[in-house]
């Protein structure tokens, strides 16, 4: 029987349990008395390629209807077709496939081995399958199919081309529970286009298999990435504005390089908003983004006494570019009418907090094997409290590196002459600085002052840097040149005592240096021990010493300052480059003398038989300086700081200051008399500030549960299975500074964060600071998200301040559905 159905389809043939479609007949000998087959009625197959099939139990062949049963975890291979089911059906007569599950005999209604069909890269499972192999259709009863985002299910699927499906009576849903999925799209008829769109007619959206809203027809993506659409609005009511209806628009994915999304919102008491946003990218080359606002106001009447208007607009902008491997530019532009667009048109606590706008673009170049650099700059601050702008355009810095001249490579080797060791940087810089600003004058009326400043500065310095085994020494020279186009001068007026600033035209410089040498060397000291597991304590020390001399640029000889005489009789000196960008050359001779000691104390321990552990115990840092030029005091005050980390889990840092002058109340000052000498004491304190912080992670679970955590309690409830795993930080600051022994100021806060989650669905922050001076909490923040499966809530809740209020969202969790969600917001201005 098995020959002869073979012999008789002209196209079967089995081989290790394998179908294959066509077969080479076996060769006979040709008989010419036989007259030839008449092809026009020949029958022509769609079975193209080999058929691979698999089956548990048995495999059935019947010849008479042309029809092979495969029973029982059926497997078949065609093509790029792979189907896997409990009966699968080939009919040769009609080029049919068909594929079965078995009734699941302990869950009643319900199937095992359903079909489970990939084809490429699409897959497709149900209660029944079937595929032609003639139309390359196929259909499916009660049948689920992956998207590339979330999948759909259906009555029935029908595949009419490679590229659309139909659907009759459908979900669609990214649930991962396919059986009782927790939320889903419903449609009686929906048409799939794969890797695209899903576009349903009369959809109902069901959440825990309750229907919440319906929506004449949907249009949901069924691919990852973006697509174009409609951005879908929220509505509601805010207690200024009235009714509104938001952030409705459009969102247009024009190609791979660049999309534009554009919202509008109204409200029913006088108030527009619109929103556009523009991205654009091009790999390894160039990305960024422009978005732009603006919000018009008008509420009341033009004879209501509390009439308000308002436009306001803000346009932000983000770019970055590879020019080439050596040239890129980089910046965020921002520009606002004012702070009163947040505040009238945005609830975000970032936004509403902001006090300026900055914009920085950078253009910067750098030569490859070479020490130069370039860099382009505009720079804007806006304040957003009184409008007042200072801008910087162009912005222009050339830099050579440290680099040495006599060297004939990039390193002096052991012994190379002393010349050698002379390195020197130089950079040149060049600025336009314009600034506005808005003033109050005596009526209290606002005026606005507009000044333009120029100019350039070139800095070289040079370095000498020989190399000995016990002690570094070198001596170094900085040298500062400005140029400007114009000086200021100023007159004193005696009729009323007034001071004008009259701005001078022409070319001006102006040089300046300083000198100095630099002498540290390093000591090291090592007590060994083997105590407690302590294998030995290294304490190192780097004192240093260095000598600076700078002359008094302000005398006549350099020409650099001007003088007036005011109404006493006083002299008065000021700098003809106060006014400029750069500034002017420094008053006062300096001849210092500054001294510092670093101390570091490290810890060896005994590990393994094999291994040692290392650590820092602390750092303490000192310096102080003495002036030779001054004509009084002339040491300054004393610098320390130290820092210490005790077990890895907890940090302490901090400092203080020391004078070692008296302080005489009579003129409220320090005078030239040492503390020591006066009072028997070598100083006063003068500031001090401390920060201590810590970090932690822990938990809390049942002996049964498993723990992640490295540090947990186990509590001994046997019934309770529980893991609950806590992490956070804690900080306290406190600084204290006394200008006079009878002033002092102080601060001190603590302040700490904490994230915990109570189920492994649930979890919760909170952060807070306490003002231990004032007596005052601030800024206190609680967080709260909740998985829900397809579904997730965050909720967020400033419970004191200015901006009090709270806001909860519930969404989807795909990012191509997060517009499906529920919001609410609250803060002073009530809901929006």
Do not use: C
């Not at 949901?220 to 952030?247: E, Q």
């Not at 000591?523 to 600076?548: A, D, E, M, Q, V």
């Not at 509590?715 to 006079?740: C, M, R, V, W």
Request: glycine share 6%.
């Amino acid at each position: 029987m098995f020959f002869i159905f073979l012999t008789f389809t002209g196209a079967y043939a089995q081989r290790d349990s394998t179908l294959h479609f066509p077969v080479d007949t076996p060769a006979v000998k040709k008989d010419t008395s036989v007259s030839k087959i008449d092809t026009t009625r020949q029958a022509v197959s769609d079975i193209n390629y080999v058929i691979n099939y698999t089956a548990k139990d048995s495999a059935v062949f019947e010849v008479n209807e042309q029809k092979v049963f495969l029973y029982n975890n059926a497997t078949l291979d065609y093509n790029d077709l792979s189907l896997k089911a409990g009966i699968i059906v080939i009919d040769r007569q009609s080029q049919l496939l068909e594929s079965y599950g078995f009734p699941d005999t302990v869950n009643r209604g319900r199937f095992v081995q359903n079909p489970l069909m990939k084809q490429g890269s699409d897959k497709y499972e149900g209660n029944k399958l079937t595929y032609n192999f003639h139309t390359k259709q196929g259909t499916i009863s009660m049948g689920i199919s992956d998207a590339e985002v979330g999948y759909y299910l259906g009555e029935k699927i029908k595949k009419v081309t490679p590229e659309v499906y139909f659907i009759k009576n459908g979900l669609y849903t990214t649930s991962t529970d396919k059986i009782e999925p927790e939320y889903y799209f419903f449609s009686p008829k929906m048409k799939i286009i794969p890797k695209d769109k899903v576009i349903a007619q009369s959809v109902f959206l069901y959440i825990e298999g309750v229907p919440v809203f319906w929506i004449p027809f949907a249009v949901f993506p069924d691919r990852a990435g973006r697509s174009s659409g409609l951005i879908m609005p929220t509505y509601g009511n805010d207690s200024r504005y009235g009714v509104y209806f938001s952030k409705f628009g459009y969102f247009w994915a024009a190609n791979d390089y660049f999309d534009i999304a554009g919202t509008g919102s109204y409200f029913l008491k006088g108030r527009v908003d619109g929103n556009a946003r523009l991205r654009y990218a091009l790999r390894y080359k160039l990305s960024g983004n422009i978005d732009a606002g603006f919000s018009h106001i008008r509420v009341g009447e033009a004879n209501d006494p509390d009439k308000f208007s308002s436009d306001e607009w803000a346009i932000n902008i983000t770019h970055n570019q590879t020019i080439n491997p050596t040239t890129t530019l980089n910046g965020n532009l921002s520009f606002l009418s004012g702070k009163s667009y947040y505040d009238n048109s945005s609830n975000n606590l970032s936004d509403l907090l902001r006090q300026n706008a900055v914009s920085n673009l950078t253009l910067s170049k750098y030569w490859e094997e070479k020490p130069f650099s370039l860099t382009l700059n505009f720079y804007r601050d806006q304040n957003l409290q009184n409008g007042d702008v200072r801008q910087s355009f162009p912005s222009v810095l050339f830099n050579v590196s440290e680099t040495y001249p006599f060297r004939k490579g990039y390193t002096a080797s052991k012994g190379a002459k002393l010349y050698e060791y002379i390195s020197y940087s130089y950079n040149v810089s060049g600025r336009y600085d314009f600034t506005r600003t808005t003033l109050v004058n005596a009526l209290g009326q606002d005026s606005i002052v507009r000044d333009e400043r120029q100019g350039i500065q070139q800095n070289l310095n040079i370095k000498f840097t020989p190399q000995f085994s016990n002690f570094t020494i070198y001596p170094y020279v900085n040298y500062t040149e400005l140029w400007y186009p114009e000086s200021i001068r100023k007159t004193f007026n005696p009729a009323d005592s007034s001071v004008s600033v009259e701005n001078v035209r022409g070319f001006k410089t102006a040089r300046y240096f300083q000198m100095g040498v630099t002498l540290n060397t390093k000591l090291i000291g090592i007590f060994n021990t083997k105590i407690f597991g302590i294998k030995g304590i290294r304490h190192t020390l780097t004192p240093s010493i260095t000598y600076n001399y700078k002359p008094d640029f302000s005398s006549d000889f350099w020409g650099y300052y001007d003088k007036y005489t005011d109404a006493s009789g006083n002299v008065i000196k000021y700098s003809r480059f106060e006014r400029e960008i750069y500034g002017s050359p420094s008053a006062g001779e300096s001849q210092s003398l500054s001294f510092n000691l670093g101390n570091i104390f490290e810890m060896k321990t005994r590990q393994t038989d094999t291994s040692d552990n290392k650590f820092q115990l602390f750092n303490l840092n000192a310096g102080i300086n003495y002036n030779f030029a001054a004509d009084s005091l002339k040491w300054s005050e004393l610098r320390t700081d130290f820092r210490t980390q005790i077990g890895g889990l907890l940090n302490i840092g901090g400092g203080a200051t020391f004078n070692l002058y008296k302080f005489d109340k009579t003129v409220n000052s320090r005078v030239n008399t040492f503390l020591l000498s006066s009072e028997g004491r070598l100083a006063d304190l003068t500031s001090f500030n401390v920060n201590i912080s810590t970090s932690f992670n822990f938990g809390f679970a049942s002996k049964a549960a498993k723990v992640d955590s490295s540090r947990v309690t186990p509590l001994d409830y046997p019934d309770i299975k529980y893991n609950i795993p806590f992490t956070g930080s804690l900080n306290f600051n406190f600084s204290e500074t006394k200008p006079a022994p009878d002033l002092i100021f102080r601060n001190a806060n603590f302040s700490g964060s904490i994230a915990f989650s109570l189920t492994e669905k649930w979890k919760f922050t909170f952060s807070s600071s306490y003002d231990l001076v004032n007596h005052q909490i601030s800024a206190p923040y609680f967080t709260a998200y909740r998985d829900l499966k397809s579904w997730e809530m965050n909720f967020n809740w400033y419970p004191t301040g200015y901006y009090r209020g709270f806001r909860l969202e519930i969404r989807i969790k795909a990012p191509q559905l997060n517009d499906i969600k529920f919001t609410k917001q609250t803060n002073y201005r009530g809901v929006y």
